[in-house]
Nanobody, 125 residues
Framework: QVQLVESGGGSVQAGGSLRLSCAAS????????MGWFRQTPGKEREGVAS???????TYVDSVKGRFTISKDNVKNTLYLQMNSLKPEDTGMYYC???????????????????WGQGTQVTVSS
């Protein structure tokens, strides 16, 4: 079992920055993919960024050049650095993980077995 706890959400004006964190505990060794998803009311959960066991990262086009996903394997923590935020980045952000070697931002939510509770990000214009 794996437990994920997100933090770092909040309200910011357009152009600002936030850093989300996701602390993982439990069985996190071996092959382990992690990703960030976001969801707004009435819309499906969308993959934003992913990082696989080897550290390869992928991003949805709308955040490329603005968001950076990274992980600290010592602290078992996943990060999402979000710069140049736009109002359309507003949503509930979820951390996800699964014991797969490879993962991609286009993986649908059902590819991930473990989820955090979410952290709200609100960007005002």
């Amino acid at each position: 079992q794996v437990q994920l706890v997100e933090s770092g959400g909040g309200s910011v004006q357009a152009g600002g920055s936030l850093r989300l964190s996701c602390a993982a505990s439990g069985y996190t060794s071996g092959t382990f993919c992690m990703g960030w998803f976001r969801q707004t009311p009435g819309k499906e959960r969308e993959g934003v960024a992913s990082i696989d066991t080897d550290g390869t990262t992928t991003y949805v086009d709308s955040v490329k050049g603005r968001f950076t996903i990274s992980k600290d394997n010592v602290k078992n923590t996943l990060y999402l650095q979000m710069n140049s935020l736009k109002p359309e980045d507003t949503g509930m952000y979820y951390c996800a993980a699964d014991h797969q070697r490879y993962c991609y931002v286009r993986f649908p939510p059902y590819e991930y077995a473990y989820w955090g509770q979410g952290t709200q990000v609100t960007v005002s214009s």
